[in-house]
Every structure is written in C-alpha cells, then in structure tokens.
C-alpha cells in the first residue's frame, strides 16, 4: 500500500511540474550581447528576472520575449545560457525558444526551426577611434588588420572578404573582444550594427565603420528559434510579430541602445 500511495504521489507531483512548465515560456539567450540582450545587478520597469538568480535581463530580445510571452498567454522565464548551448538546450527540452540575436542561417536550420525575422541589420567592424583602421571605408582597406569575430556566427564568414587581414581565433564573447580591442590585441572585429552602436556608446575609445559586407538577408535578419515540429507554436509567433510593427521595433532598439548598462570600461 506504501509503495502504492508514494506511486500516486510521484505522478501527482510530476503532473503539477508539467502543469507549472506548460504555463511557462522559457526563452534562452546569453545576456551578454547589448543591445539585444544583457544582465543587470538591479531590476527596473522593464527587465526580466534571469532564472537561478544571476541578476536580471534587459535588452531589444527581452522586450521581444515579453510580447511573444504575452501572445501565447505564458509566463517568461528567461534563461541564461553560454551562446554555443542554446542551439542543444532548444533540442534537449531545456528552452521553448531561443530570442538572442541569432541569425536563421541555414545551417542552424538543419537541427531548429525559425520564425520571421523580428530585426534586419548590417554588418560593420568595431576599431580603436586612434587606430589605422578608424577611418576605414572599403573591404580593401584592411591589409595587415588583425581581425575576429564571435565563435559560432556567420560574423566569422565575412571576414575573409577583408582584403589581405590575419583572421584571428574567434572568442566566446563579445565583451571579451571589446577588452582585447581596447588593449590592442586585437584590430577590430565583426558585429552587427546595433550592437556596435552599443559597445561605442560604453566604450569612448572605439568607433565602427561599415565597408560593405556582402551578406544574405538570412544573414543579417535575426528570428526565433525553436525546437522542429512545432508548426502551430511558429505560426502563432508570427502573428504575434507580424503586430509589431517597424516603428515600434525601431522604438524599441533605441530604447535599448539607451538603456544599455556600461559594456566594458
């Protein structure tokens, strides 16, 4: 009878967790990529708890996050992951989503599905304000330029299209390459234009120039990604996208950009 009694238990509880999880919308991201997304030590008006107790998440994919939680009628719990694990946390079950500026290349859409874009961007390369790449304007203005990118993005592809550049190892983060940009390891790396905005914004020792990337759209738009074989799931998160229009998407990546914490000093 005990073990019958402790059997009913279990399911009991087991039921409850599956009913307090359906009721949640556990999104993914690194919270280290400002303007998209970032952690806080305080909460504000508009950031979101980062589940274990590591601070709180703001940023343009938390407020994305937000919206999407909203449409579905869920709870968001935003989870804080290593970039190069959200790919296998979305597979294993231990995410619904991924909202983390990543791009739907098709690569990634060989193991995870995406929905519409949500931002369209373009590719630029962070330097050193008194470095001699500043005043960069074209792909062939970087001979001799020591360059990286983030490990894991299409950043990483578009640089040998700078003529004659030593193409780095790529690093984990991007707060990590600012501090190697600053300190003069490195001569500048790969980022989307937003998020360059951001590390220029906190860092006064840095600037961007832009010299004409070749990229895809699907390269340079970012979407959500989630687990394959949801077609219902998609299909409402595109509703709910296609309702933020492209003034407010603009709105909310100024805001962003404005309320960014300070990148690296």
């Known amino acids: 009878m005990k073990r019958i ?3 009913l238990l ?15 919308f556990r999104v993914g991201m690194e919270c280290d990529y400002a303007p998209f997304n970032w952690t806080q030590v305080e909460p504000d008006e508009n950031s979101v708890p980062i589940e274990g107790g590591f601070g709180y998440a703001g940023g343009y994919d938390v407020e994305i996050a937000k919206r999407i939680a909203e449409g579905l009628g869920k709870e968001l719990v935003i989870v804080s992951l290593e970039w190069g694990g959200l790919i296998q946390a979305l597979t294993t079950d231990q995410i619904d989503a991924v909202i983390a500026g990543m791009s739907p290349t098709e690569e990634r859409k060989v193991t995870v599905d995406f929905t519409d874009a949500y931002y ?44 004659g550049v030593d193409q780095l190892e790529s690093m984990e983060t991007f707060s990590n390459m600012i501090t190697a940009l600053s300190s003069g390891v490195i001569d500048g790396y790969i980022s989307e234009r937003p998020g360059a905005i951001s ?60 309320n960014q914490p300070v990148v690296a000093e």
Not at 10 to 24: M, P, Q
Request: aromatic share 4%; proline share 3%.
């Open 5 to 7: 009694i402790t059997a």
């Open 120 to 163: 369209n961007s373009d590719l630029v390369v962070v330097v050193r304000k008194d470095g001699p790449f500043a005043e960069a304007k074209t792909l062939s203005d970087f001979s001799g330029a020591r360059i990286t990118a983030q490990l894991g993005t299409f950043h990483e592809t578009v640089i040998p299209q700078l003529e």
């Open 199 to 258: 590390a220029c914004a906190s860092n006064a020792d840095l600037t961007f120039v832009t010299p004409g990337f070749v990229a895809s759209e699907e390269d340079t738009s970012v979407a959500v990604a989630v687990k394959q074989g949801q077609p219902e799931l998609i299909e409402q998160i595109n509703e709910i996208l296609a309702g933020i229009d492209a003034d407010e998407r603009n709105a909310l990546m100024d805001a962003a950009v404005l």
């Open 10 to 24: 279990a399911a009991i509880l087991l039921l409850s967790a599956c009913a307090c999880a359906e009721g949640t």
